[in-house]
């Protein structure tokens, strides 16, 4: 407050000083108060900005779906019919389905492969996005460098972007089954998983609201159980679900409740994703993989349309 004592103390008049008054406090302390409620109604309007709802997802609108291959929309090589990988948009993942619902034009720059590391940088570990994927395959959209990358520069050129989605973290927990004895079983080997996942998904979603300045509707899509008849399997999903989404109040992100819509999905089926027909099918009945079926990827969709404002 010293630095402010000369400046406020200039209000009062020469004559004042030569008559020897000293009121010259007064002046001050009502400078000093207008200075504060100046500070303060600042302080508030700032608030009130940010607190300011996000817009609406209206159509004609921009949609951004960052993520892995659940967000694509992959398909596994013995699903029948073979998919074709050389056209990307033979592939419907819930970004398009909720696309087509709302009327939304949707950038898709989900990789089938990607970790919530290599979604920040190319050079870190994937499942074969990088370095087998992309180099082989074309995307829903075409640019280089990482995903994060062109999600800042995308949400930079785009103005009436109203949605962002955020889906990762599965292939994390993937490579470290790949990598441990007991296919990471253990809560000491799956911490350091999630542990990595939360910081990634704050690194993301910090980008995504400070380096591009985005302030539109924000969600993290939750994934599901692959069977939740097995508390192992579940178990396993929610906790990475909690690591995906526990940066959201910060963020101020919406929860897309893909889990719930799932486990709602399966129930007349006895809480068996694949015999609900959820998951992709490779051949032959009981026989699916870990991706969604068109009939998944429409749950996922109205799990994210359930969590935004229209």
């Known amino acids: 407050m010293k630095s402010r004592a000369g400046p406020l103390r200039s209000v009062v008049t020469t004559g004042e000083h030569e008559k020897g008054m000293t009121m010259d406090r007064k002046p001050a302390r009502r400078g000093l108060a207008a200075l504060l409620l100046t500070a303060c109604a600042t302080l508030m309007i700032a608030a009130t900005a940010s607190a300011k709802p996000a817009p609406k997802v209206t159509s004609g609108s921009r949609y951004l779906a960052l993520g892995d291959s659940v967000t694509f929309g992959y398909q596994e090589p013995t699903v029948v019919p073979t998919p074709n990988y050389h056209v990307a948009s033979n592939f419907l993942g819930y970004p398009e389905m909720l696309g087509a619902e709302l009327h939304l034009k949707v950038a898709n720059a989900a990789c089938p492969g990607e970790t919530s590391s290599s979604l920040i940088n190319t050079s870190a570990q994937s499942l074969g996005c990088e370095n087998a994927y992309r180099k082989s395959f074309p995307l829903h959209v075409s640019y280089k460098g990482s995903q994060l990358a062109y999600a800042v520069s995308y949400l930079r050129r785009y103005h009436n972007v109203r949605l962002v989605s955020l889906m990762i973290g599965a292939n994390d927990v ?24 939360v910081a990634n998904t704050r690194q993301i979603l910090s980008a995504i609201r ?4 985005y302030r539109g509707q924000l969600v993290l899509a939750n994934y599901y159980s692959l069977n939740y008849t097995s508390a192992f399997i579940t178990n396993g999903s929610i906790g990475l679900n909690k690591a995906l989404d526990s940066s959201a109040k910060r963020f101020h992100a919406a929860i897309a409740n893909g ?12 809480s068996n994703t694949c015999t609900a027909g959820l998951l ?17 990827q429409s749950l996922l969709a109205l799990a994210v349309e359930k969590a935004i404002k229209l």
Do not use: R, W
């Open 280 to 296: 992709t099918m490779l051949g032959k009945p009981g026989d699916c993989g870990v991706h969604p079926s068109y009939a998944g």
């Open 259 to 270: 889990f719930a819509e799932f486990q709602a999905g399966a129930l007349h089926s006895g």
């Open 174 to 197: 993937f490579i470290c089954e790949a990598e441990t004895k007991d296919g990471c079983a253990s809560p000491s080997e799956q911490a350091p998983v999630f542990a990595k996942i």
């Open 210 to 213: 400070n380096k591009a300045h």
